[in-house]
């Protein structure tokens, strides 16, 4: 409701390796040691970012960006950037 009234828009993304994410079907959870740092908050920021971009690109969004979120999500809203630091 906010967001329409602002004109804004509201993305919920799912992490990687939940709910219907499973970048390597039924094997994405196989104890190799090149998918572990498939599952670190760095690569979901990562992740998160690679979508932003392409969001802004798809619909020319140059407005500034608000993330919130409780749990895991509100962990990877507050920390910080790498080019904010």
Do not use: H, K
Not at 37 to 62: K, T
Not at 77 to 82: C, F, H, L, Q
Request: charged residues 20%; hydrophobic residues 45%; contains cysteine.
């Amino acid at each position: 409701e906010l967001a329409e009234r602002l004109r804004g828009l509201v993305v919920f993304a799912e992490c990687r390796f939940f709910g219907a994410s499973l970048p390597f079907g039924n094997a994405s959870f196989a104890p190799t040691a090149d998918r572990v740092g498939l599952l670190s908050v760095e690569q979901m920021l990562a992740d998160y970012g690679a979508l932003i971009g392409s969001l802004r690109d798809e619909y020319g969004w140059e407005a500034p960006l608000v993330t919130f979120g409780g749990s895991l999500a509100g962990t990877l809203a507050a920390r910080p950037s790498a080019s904010s630091m």
